[in-house]
């Protein structure tokens, strides 16, 4: 018997297997190569809110879901025995200039009532001491709503966790039983683009790395567009990249720039040694937002993907939805996540 049946063993698929699991459901997660393999296997691991201004459903969802993170996974490791790297510890970002420190101030206030006193967005002095970035302006931002997962250790907490409540994981092929939630990254989408007679997404290559660098309790550095996020294991990851158009989808030369970047930013990661260099395609809807529901012409059979970057710090709110919809019929999927708001 199975009540359940999950295609794709990435972070929205397993995810939402563990919380089906939890409540109960007999799932089988089906993946044709590897946990992890294809965008969720990386290495940055930055759970990071939009910025508390322009507020719209998508960013009051994203927020549900980093705020019950913690808790979120903190079950998962509780039943499976493994870290998942989960850690609350902030992030800074350097200001450029006097107009980007008087938007910063104002989007504190905003935060003060829209983060619910929960997390605080802070605008400080740069000290130019420890682990901080360079700042033309002199100020930072401070968030304490920012954590970091170590996405590997994430995905093999989570397969543990599923098989410790009788979940099965089958890699290569299978029939469907039960519901079935498709979680297939940038081949679902093609899959959905075919259904539905249009393109509806893309892929995106990214590419990060990780360096030998130990500040497990500092926060991370948003510089310029660049994540760099400590870890727990005594690494620093640093990616990543966005690129539309490539023509191979494996780590190339744009991927050594990445460290430079951060030594200029954070000069005690010079001379770091390398230890992963990462690259990989990340399914891009074109609405830019998580895709959820039920699949066009197929009863029984629903979507979950999406998420370009945002697919880790989403995934505790996604799980808990998707159950909500598979298990108890109960939709409360957001308007701009649905299948018929793709434009």
Not at 63 to 84: D, F, N
Not at 220 to 234: E, K, M, S
Request: net charge neutral.
């Amino acid at each position: 018997m199975v009540d359940v049946t999950i295609r794709g063993a990435g972070i929205f698929g397993l995810s939402i297997a563990w919380a089906c699991a939890r409540r109960g459901a007999k799932v089988r997660v089906i993946e044709t190569s590897a946990v992890g393999a294809g965008s969720s296997g990386g290495v940055v691991g930055a759970l990071s809110p939009h910025v508390p201004e322009a507020w719209n459903p998508k960013k009051a969802f994203q927020l549900e879901s980093l705020l019950m993170a913690e808790g979120w996974w903190a079950a998962v490791e509780a039943t499976s025995g493994l870290p998942s790297g989960y850690g609350r510890k902030g992030r800074l970002q350097p200001l450029a200039d006097a107009r980007a420190v008087e938007v910063a101030r104002m989007r504190a206030e905003g935060a003060a009532t829209l983060w619910q006193g929960r997390a605080d967005w802070r605008v400080l002095p740069a000290t130019g001491a420890g682990w901080e970035p360079a700042s033309p302006s002199g100020w930072l931002v401070e968030d304490t709503l920012s954590a970091r997962i170590s996405p590997r250790l994430a995905l093999a907490s989570l397969t543990q966790a599923l098989s410790n409540l009788g979940g099965i994981l089958k890699v290569g092929t299978a029939e469907d039983r039960g519901m079935v939630i498709h979680a297939t990254g940038l081949a679902g989408l093609a899959e959905l683009s075919g259904a539905l007679g249009r393109r509806v997404g893309s892929g995106v290559k990214g590419q990060a790395l990780a360096v030998a660098h130990a500040a497990p309790d500092a926060p991370q550095l948003f510089v310029d567009g660049l994540h760099i996020v400590p870890h727990a294991d005594g690494t620093v990851a640093i990616g990543s990249t966005s690129e539309a158009s490539w023509n191979d989808p494996g780590p190339d030369a744009a991927l050594e720039g990445l460290l430079a970047r951060a030594v200029e930013a954070v000069p005690a990661l010079a001379g770091a040694e390398v230890l992963t260099r990462w690259a990989g395609i990340r399914p891009r809807a074109t609405s830019r937002a998580p895709v959820l529901g039920g699949f066009p012409g197929r009863p029984g059979h629903f979507i979950a993907n999406g998420g370009l970057k945002i697919g880790f710090g989403m995934a505790p709110k996604v799980a808990e939805v998707m159950a909500d919809l598979v298990l108890e019929g109960h939709d409360a999927i957001p308007d701009a996540f649905r299948v018929d708001a793709l434009p």
